[in-house]
């Protein structure tokens, strides 16, 4: 089942259940896989990386919001973030622990050849691709660098 179809699916049942949050969260989300669709050159149904897109970027634009929030001492705001984004989060594939990245980064470091911190856009780009929506784009940055530099 395609991800939209599953959204369709989980907004009905968040409305029978009167769920407002999870119900908002959806929507969002479907929301952005519509513009993605309808967008020029787009032709259509997305294929399950642009999904993932999507779904990364719209959970990165909560994580960002919260910490706003939290920074500015708003508390009933920073719960509606953090809140949207356990929804969209359970769309996602299951995150690399940190044990994991760096196994994962280092076969990539391997594979390239990298050897110093001036290759490190050879790896990132790599990286990003092969995991995208696995590890957060922060994350994979910083262990690229220690990494390279040790």
Known sequence: MSLKKQIESDIKQAMLAKDKDKLRALRAVKSLILLAETDKGAGGDLSS?????????????????????????????AAVEKAELTIIEAYLPKQLSEGELKAELEKIIAQVGASSPKEMGKVMGIATKSLAGKADGKAVSTMVKQLLTS
């Open 49 to 77: 990386d642009q999904e993932m897109q999507i779904l990364t970027k719209a959970a990165k634009q909560r994580k960002d919001s919260l910490t706003i929030y939290e920074e500015q001492k708003r508390e009933d705001l």
